[in-house]
């Protein structure tokens, strides 16, 4: 039973050729969010939608951006990539933006960056 | 801001025995809520325990329970009774009860279980 599924599990693209990555769930949760992980590094949340209200964190690069099409779809947008880059991307689902709600998370998509 | 603190990388633990995770935060909120996550390897992160901060008493998900210590800001994760699917890594979590809805993670911990 996915819930949270990322495509591709394994993305290799080149140094600024701009790369999509996708995250789907069959929860029907209100909110989505994306982190980045690099090795040895804890997550690192880039945005989130709360519905369709887009909620960027003020750390994230002007690089990244994110579309969520419809309630079941969400997409990052790296416009050109560059060799920092090079991360775990991590969706994740909520039910709700409460403290104390769960985070389901899909299983990431390794950029590998050339 | 807050930070999360795993400060041993690495455990290993033999199977059936028990194991305790420590994480300590920084924060001068009074609500908020905590959280182990578990990501083994190659596979989704899943949550593992949570705890609010107004409750007093530990939380425990059977085999699994914290030991949350509000004043020393300190909130470790016992397994116990330790199985091979244990071995993953461990993340320490925060988020405020109101306000800014970031999850902060600590850096995680590598557990091994040794058969």
């Known amino acids: 039973d996915a819930m949270v599924i990322q495509n591709p599990r394994y993305q290799v693209t080149q140094f600024g050729k701009p790369v999509t990555l996708s995250c789907s769930q069959t929860l029907n949760h209100n909110v989505m969010y994306w982190y980045q992980q690099k090795s040895s590094q804890a997550p690192k949340l880039l945005f989130h939608?709360?519905?369709?209200?887009?909620?960027n964190e003020a750390d994230t690069p002007d690089n990244f951006q994110s579309r969520r099409p419809n309630t079941s779809f969400c997409f990052l947008d790296i416009r050109s990539p560059g060799l920092g880059d090079a991360a775990m991307y991590l969706c994740a689902t909520s039910r709700e933006r409460l403290a104390g709600s769960e985070q389901f998370f899909g299983p990431g998509t390794r950029l590998t960056v050339l | 801001a807050q930070t999360v603190t795993q400060s041993q990388p690495e455990m290993s633990v033999q199977e059936a025995e028990t194991v305790t995770l420590s994480c300590t935060y920084d924060t001068s909120e009074s609500d908020y809520y905590l959280f182990w996550y578990k990501q083994p390897p190659s596979r989704q992160m899943i949550l593992v325990i949570r705890?609010?901060?107004?409750?007093?008493q530990n939380a425990t998900e059977n085999r699994f329970s914290v030991n949350f210590q509000k004043a020393a800001k300190s909130f470790s994760l016992k397994i116990s009774d330790s199985q091979l699917g244990d071995a993953a890594m461990y993340f320490c979590?925060?988020?405020?009860?109101?306000?800014?809805?970031?999850?902060?993670f600590g850096k995680g911990m590598k557990l091994t279980v040794n058969p």
């Open positions: 939608y709360y519905d369709k209200d887009f909620n």
């Open positions: 979590a925060y988020r405020n009860q109101g306000g800014s809805e970031k999850l902060v």
């Open positions: 705890q609010e901060a107004y409750k007093q």
